[in-house]
């Protein structure tokens, strides 16, 4: 969407526009519908997909979505509400004010800055990804606190500011992912010599970042939404409060572990119960962490998968039980699942390169029952554990 777009789609004839596509959308219309209600076709046309942006907006944005704008690729890069809300309340818990957001994309980490009563100077080099968070700072009634600056965020000046946030873009023009951090935009260089301008620095980073990539004394978050783990975040200076931390957010509830990410969980045979932890708490490395907290050991070094004698309730992963374990082989494992009368299996794995389809289809399995098939290894060996999932009351997020 060019600035033009929007500019039309903020004027009443827009407004109207945007609410008539919104409706054909929920009636499965498409946008000729609005071209009969004759709505101009270019005016028809962004209206048409701003609602689309918008309804896949709502899983990040709520209701608000439905009053924000949104390019796709600012849409794609945005924080989710609940995640940006998190650290706007941490921020603000901490004392700062006012914060630069650097690269501050459609707005999202913004506009959450502002709804924690923190002033955010606003820059983005995009002219019309810029023009997006100014609109959203308008829709969301928080002018007041946002202002957008179109510009390089390399050349900002942040004197009067008490902290800097930046979220870097890491995908390449065409819309692939970025690993290197050298490819960054604004630069890793740039982005990497924040903390000593400005010792409270946020950084917002792919959950794949590389651990030695944190500066010591720094804090390293990895935040879980549902169990799908969508950043990194490092804080710095007076704000870095663990040297690792793990955020689990689940139906309005956090859950957080904390620990130093070096420490080693023991290792021992496979226990009755298998535990298969959240991805933050193993991004995190902080596996041993969470051992401990279930009495809990590894089964081979190198593998993230708990064993324990009992089923604790754990916000922290998900709990099975362990009726059997196989040295891995397909025919074995077949002729186990037919005993069982086992027809549907989910395969979980780690620390295996076997295919699940594939296993899968080698399986051949028919019957009512299910189980749950767990490929690991054990003291370097291939195994398959046959489980099922811990069901008691309270029994980790899934049970
Ligand atoms: C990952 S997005 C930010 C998303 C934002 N935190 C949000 O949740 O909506 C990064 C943004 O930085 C912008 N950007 C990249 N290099 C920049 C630079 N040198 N100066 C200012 N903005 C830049 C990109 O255009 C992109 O919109």
């Known amino acids: 969407m060019d600035p033009g777009q929007l500019a039309v789609l903020r004027t009443p004839e827009g407004t109207a526009a945007l609410a008539a596509a919104r409706d054909a959308l929920a009636a499965g219309r498409t946008v000729v519908a609005l071209r009969a209600r004759g709505v101009p076709p270019a005016t028809a046309a962004a209206a048409f997909t701003q609602a689309e942006l918008r309804a896949r ?169 549902d169990g799908e783990v969508v950043e990194a975040t490092f804080w710095f200076g007076p704000l870095a409060r663990a040297p690792r931390r793990a955020s689990l957010l689940r139906a309005g509830a956090v859950a957080e572990l904390t620990g130093t990410g070096e420490r080693l969980a023991p290792v021992d045979r496979p226990r009755a119960f298998l535990y298969d932890p959240d991805g933050a708490v193993v991004r995190a490395h902080l596996v041993a962490e969470f051992a401990a907290t279930v009495d809990g050991v590894l089964a081979d070094p190198s593998i993230a998968y708990v064993y324990a004698d009992a089923a604790a309730p754990t916000p ?13 082989s397909v025919k074995r494992l077949r002729a186990a699942l037919r005993d069982r009368g086992v027809g549907r299996v989910e395969i979980r794995k780690r620390g295996s390169a076997l295919d699940p389809a594939t296993l899968r289809r080698a399986l051949r399995l028919s019957g009512e029952g299910s189980a749950t098939v767990v490929l690991t290894r054990v003291a370097g060996a291939p195994v398959a554990l046959l489980c099922r999932p811990a069901t008691a009351e309270g029994l980790g997020p899934t049970g």
């Open 57 to 225: 907006a709502v899983a990040k944005f709520g209701d608000d979505a439905h009053r924000m704008f949104f390019t796709r690729a600012g849409l794609q890069q945005a924080t989710r509400a609940v995640v940006a809300d998190r650290r706007a309340a941490r921020l603000r818990a901490a004392g700062v004010c006012t914060i630069a957001d650097l690269g501050c994309g459609i707005g999202a980490d913004a506009l959450a800055f502002a709804r924690a009563g923190i002033r955010v100077y606003a820059v983005e080099a995009d002219p019309a990804t810029a023009a997006v968070a100014e609109a959203n700072a308008q829709a969301l009634g928080l002018t007041d606190l946002v202002s957008v600056h179109c510009g390089d965020a390399t050349s900002a000046p942040l004197e009067d500011v008490d902290a800097v946030f930046c979220d870097p873009a890491r995908r390449s023009p065409e819309g692939r992912r970025v690993f290197d951090p050298a490819a960054f935009s604004p630069p890793w260089e740039f982005v990497a010599g924040l903390p000593r301008r400005i010792p409270r620095t946020v950084l917002k980073l792919a959950p794949g970042i590389d651990h030695a990539l944190v500066p010591p004394g720094a804090e390293a978050e990895w935040v879980s939404v």
């Open 316 to 328: 922290y992963a998900r709990c099975f039980q362990v009726d059997e374990v196989l040295a891995f």
